[in-house]
């Protein structure tokens, strides 16, 4: 949307707060990227189907 502003959470308390949570239990990319170069690593009759990654930490 051409002219519009960024939006500033700080407006909507609820919003806000989700990204602050949501950013608490967030990982960092470097986790991710070590989950993939692993799979990338495997040798080649090895096959990965799907890769679940998530926090140990929870939100709720």
Known sequence: MSGSRPADWRRWPTVACAVQLHRAVALPAS???EAIAHVLSQP???DVNEIVIRPAASAH
Do not use: D, G, R
């Open 31 to 33: 986790p991710i990227a």
């Open 44 to 46: 080649s009759h090895v």
